[in-house]
């Protein structure tokens, strides 16, 4: 990956992140784990996470 493609990746992740933290900030931590597992197996299925 190129450095722009880096840094690029890497906003994207912050952005992504806060985005999902505001979002599931008020739910209780079982439910923020699920969604987190969620989440991530969706990521998996479409090989982003490869």
Known sequence: MTDEGTRLAVEAHRDVT????????????????????????LLSRHGALT
């Not at 209780?28 to 699920?34: L, M, V």
């Not at 987190?36 to 197996?41: F, H, Q, Y």
Request: hydrophobic share 45%; no cysteine.
């Open 18 to 41: 806060v985005r999902l933290d505001a979002l599931a900030g008020e739910l209780p931590d079982a439910d923020r784990d699920r969604l987190a597992s969620v989440i991530t197996r």
